[in-house]
């Protein structure tokens, strides 16, 4: 599985930013989908994730940190290839380097990271 993050880059406070992550390679393992992000110097946090409900994520469940919710959603993609993560009312607080992930049973993988960097 390779996942490849873009959409990073500097935005004010109060803006709305869409992250994506394409997924490829063998796929058919992957349960659970999500975002991560590290602020520098802070430990890595879960932002969001989205579980496959049998063959389409748009019939699993969908977890949000609780200092996203209202804020950050992950739309539901069909097609298991491309993961989003829309991003509204940024604050400074929100800048950090954000990473896919995703779940197989016997390993899990990331991407290299898309920095997302809110401006005051």
């Known amino acids: 599985v390779q996942l490849v993050e873009s959409g990073g880059g500097l935005v004010q406070t109060g803006s709305s930013l869409t992250l994506f992550c394409a997924v490829s390679?063998?796929?058919?393992?992957?349960?659970?989908m999500g975002w991560h992000r590290q602020a520098l110097g802070k430990e890595r946090e879960l932002v969001a994730a989205?579980?496959?409900?049998?063959?389409?994520?748009?019939?699993?469940?969908?977890y949000y940190a609780d200092s996203m919710k209202g804020r950050f959603t992950i739309p539901r993609d069909n097609h298991k290839n491309m993961l989003f993560l829309q991003m509204n009312s940024l604050k400074p607080e929100d800048t950090a380097v954000y990473y896919c992930?995703?779940?197989?049973?016997?390993?899990?993988?990331w991407g290299q990271g898309t920095q997302v960097t809110v401006s005051s």
């Open positions: 992930r995703a779940d197989c049973p016997v390993t899990d993988y």
């Open positions: 390679g063998v796929t058919n393992c992957i349960s659970v």
């Open positions: 989205l579980s496959s409900g049998g063959t389409a994520y748009s019939s699993g469940t969908t």
